[in-house]
C-alpha cells in the first residue's frame, strides 16, 4: 500500500481544527530535520501550554536561539508573545502580509505566497504546501531563504543563505497528537494510541504499530524469540512506568519475518495505576539484526 504525507495529514485532520492548521500546535510534538552542507542538526519541540492575559500560548523550543511562547490565531495565523513590550507580536502568517522573523537578527521579512505548491521531500508528498519566502535584511550572505510548511504537519523544509552556499533542513521525523511517523528510504513504522475508558486507575490503551515497506524488496527482519514487538510507557520525567513485556514469556527461537507492503500490529496496554498527566508511548521491534524500528506517541490521561 503506498503511503504519503498526504495520507498522514488525513489522519492527523481529524485532530485538529478545520483551520487550515500549518503549525499543529499539540503539546508533547516533536519535529527531527536533516541537514545538508553541514548545517547542523535542527529539532523542533513543543512544551505544555501556559496562560498570559487569558490566552494560551505553546513554548516552542529549537525554532530559534531562545525558546517562544505562540499561539494559533482564528485566521489560522501564528502570534508570539514579546516578553520585552508585554505584548503580541507576529510569528507566522499565512495571508500575505509582512512580518519579522524570529529566526535571526537579521531583520528579516517573510511573506507567504498565497498559492499553495507541490512538495517532495524524505517525509513525502503533498499537494497543499505553503512557501514562505525572507528578504535578505542586513546581515551580508546570511540569514533565512525560505521555510516551507504543509498543513498539519508544520514546518517540512527551512533553506538559509550562508558563506559557504545555501544550506538546508528536510524533515524526517514526525510526531504529532499521538501519531509517529517517520521515512527512511521507502520504509515507515508509525504509532497510533487511544486511552480506552476504564474505571479510574485502570487504564487500558489501544495501541496500533505499523512497518510499511513501499520499495520493491522483500524486508527481511531477524527474531531471537517469539516476541516480535515491545511497549513502553514513561512519564513527564522521563522514566519508564509501564512495560508491556515485562509479565510476558516469550519461546527463545531464531526466526525470519518477511515484510512486504503494510504490516499491522494491535495490542491493548493494561498500564494500571497511571496518574493524570502526559506521558509517552514507544512501541518498538525486538528484531535482533541491528535496525532499530521504533516510533513515540505522546498520550494525556486525564
Avoid at 520504509?187 to 520493491?216: C, H, K, M, W, Y
Amino acid at each position: 500500500m503506498k503511503q504519503t504525507v498526504i495520507l498522514f495529514l488525513f489522519s492527523l485532520g481529524s485532530l485538529m481544527a478545520q483551520v487550515q492548521d500549518y503549525f499543529p500546535l499539540v503539546p508533547g510534538s516533536t519535529w527531527v530535520y536533516r541537514s545538508t552542507n553541514d548545517a547542523g542538526p535542527l529539532t523542533l519541540r513543543l512544551r505544555e501550554p501556559l496562560e498570559l492575559n487569558g490566552k494560551t500560548y505553546h513554548r516552542l523550543e529549537g525554532y530559534s536561539s531562545s525558546t517562544l511562547l505562540i499561539r494559533q490565531t482564528e485566521e489560522g495565523n501564528f502570534h508570539s508573545w514579546d516578553e520585552s513590550t508585554r505584548s503580541e507580536v507576529p510569528f507566522l502568517l499565512f495571508d500575505g502580509k509582512d512580518f519579522s522573523s524570529r529566526v535571526t537578527s537579521c531583520n528579516q521579512k517573510g511573506r507567504a505566497e498565497l498559492r499553495s505548491m507541490d512538495y517532495k521531500g524524505p517525509i513525502g508528498s503533498s499537494q497543499t504546501a505553503r512557501l514562505i519566502r525572507y528578504t535578505p535584511g542586513i546581515c551580508a550572505d546570511t540569514g533565512l531563504t525560505s521555510e516551507t510548511f504543509i498543513p498539519y504537519l508544520g514546518m517540512v523544509r527551512r533553506t538559509q543563505t550562508s558563506f559557504v552556499g545555501e544550506r538546508s533542513h528536510d524533515l524526517v521525523y514526525a510526531q504529532i497528537g499521538g501519531i509517529t511517523y517517520l521515512n527512511d528510504a521507502g520504509v515507515s513504522f508509525s504509532i497510533a494510541v487511544t486511552p480506552v475508558t476504564a474505571e479510574r486507575g485502570s487504564n487500558q490503551i489501544a495501541a496500533r504499530l505499523v512497518l510499511n515497506n513501499r520499495t520493491d524488496q522483500k524486508l527481511e527482519l531477524q527474531f531471537a524469540s517469539s516476541q516480535t514487538y515491545d511497549f513502553a510507557i514513561r512519564n513527564d520525567k522521563g522514566e519508564t512506568v509501564y512495560q508491556w513485556s515485562a509479565d510476558k514469556l516469550f519461546l527463545q527461537a531464531q526466526r525470519q519475518l518477511l515484510i512486504r507492503g503494510e504490516e499491522v500490529w494491535q495490542e491493548s496496554l493494561q498500564a494500571t495505576n497511571l496518574k493524570p498527566g502526559l506521558y509517552s508511548v514507544e512501541g518498538f521491534l525486538v528484531n535482533s539484526d541491528g535496525r532499530k524500528f521504533s516510533a513515540t506517541a505522546t498520550l494525556n490521561l486525564p
